[in-house]
C-alpha cells in the first residue's frame, strides 16, 4: 500500500479525487488538507509515500509547501503529482523533479497513467538500483524528462526508456508500453542521459542497456543489439567497439 495525503483547497476537487483513487488497491489515502500550512503539518506527520498537490492554495503555492518541507534535510520526501488547472508552472514542477502534472479536469484514465508511473518509481526507490539512479542525478544527468503528449504533460523517468529513435526533426522514445514523438535531436537527448546506462548504437538510435538481450552477428556480418522483448535494433560497425567494451566490464 501506498500511504497518499490529498491537498486541494477546493472541497469537490478532494472528494473528486477520492472516488477515483477508491478502488485502486496499491493507494491509501491518510489524509486530507486544505491549506498550505495544514499539508506541511500533516505530510510531516502521516509521512506519506505519495503527494497530490494543488498548485495554488489560500495561504501559498505548492511550492512553498515543498520549500518548507526541504528545510529538514533529513525528511523523506513523497513522490508529488501536482494537479491544477494551469500548465504554466510544469517546467518549474519538473525542475523541483515532481513525478507528474495532472491538468484538470483530468480522466480516471490519465490519473491511472500517473498511479502506474508513480507506484513503479516508488517500487524503484526501494530497489538496489535506485543507488545508480540517484549517482546519476548527482552526476548532473537527468532523471526524468518532461514534453507534452496528446493533451498530457508527462513527466517520464529515464530508467523507463527502452530505447529512442530519430524520426527526421524528431525522436521517438520507447517504454514498455507506449511512445512519445518530441520535436528534439539526437545528440541534445544523449547529452541528457547518463552514458554508463543509455548507448548510441547507431546514429539514429540509442538503446537503454538494462534492457539490451544480446549482441548479434547477423549472416550479412551486420550487428544488432535484440532487446529483452525481442525487438532488434541495428547497430553500426562504429559503436560495435563502445559496447562490447560496456559488456566486458559486466
Known amino acids: 500500500m501506498v500511504p497518499t495525503v490529498l491537498a486541494d483547497d477546493e472541497v469537490l476537487a478532494r472528494q473528486k479525487l477520492r472516488q477515483m483513487l477508491r478502488d485502486d488497491p496499491e493507494i491509501e489515502i491518510v489524509g486530507e488538507c486544505a491549506s498550505g500550512a495544514e499539508t506541511v503539518e500533516l505530510v510531516r506527520t502521516a509521512k506519506p509515500r505519495l503527494l497530490f498537490l ?96 496528446r493533451g498530457r504533460i508527462i513527466f517520464l523517468p529515464v530508467s523507463q526508456i527502452r530505447w529512442i529513435g530519430a524520426e527526421e526533426n524528431y525522436v521517438r522514445i520507447s517504454t514498455d508500453n507506449e511512445t512519445h514523438l518530441l520535436r528534439e535531436t539526437m545528440a541534445r537527448i544523449e547529452e541528457k542521459l547518463d552514458p554508463q546506462t543509455f548507448l548510441r548504437i547507431h546514429r539514429s538510435s540509442i538503446v537503454n542497456l538494462q534492457f539490451v538481450k544480446e549482441v548479434r552477428t547477423e549472416a550479412s556480418g551486420d550487428s544488432s543489439v535484440v532487446l529483452l522483448n525481442g525487438q532488434r535494433l541495428v547497430m553500426s560497425r562504429s559503436y560495435r567497439a563502445r559496447i562490447n567494451e560496456l559488456l566486458a566490464r559486466s
Open 54 to 149: 494543488d498548485i495554488r492554495m489560500p495561504d501559498g503555492d505548492a511550492f512553498q509547501v515543498i520549500d518548507e518541507l526541504s528545510k529538514n534535510a533529513d525528511f523523506d520526501m513523497p513522490q508529488i503529482i501536482f494537479t491544477t488547472a494551469y500548465d504554466s508552472y510544469a517546467l518549474r514542477a519538473f525542475e523541483i523533479d515532481a513525478a507528474d502534472y495532472l491538468l484538470k479536469p483530468y480522466t480516471s484514465e490519465r490519473l491511472q497513467l500517473a498511479l502506474q508511473r508513480v507506484c513503479r518509481q516508488i517500487k524503484a526507490d526501494q530497489s538496489p538500483a535506485a543507488g545508480t539512479a540517484r549517482s546519476a542525478k548527482e552526476n548532473g544527468y537527468s532523471k526524468r524528462i518532461v514534453f507534452k503528449s
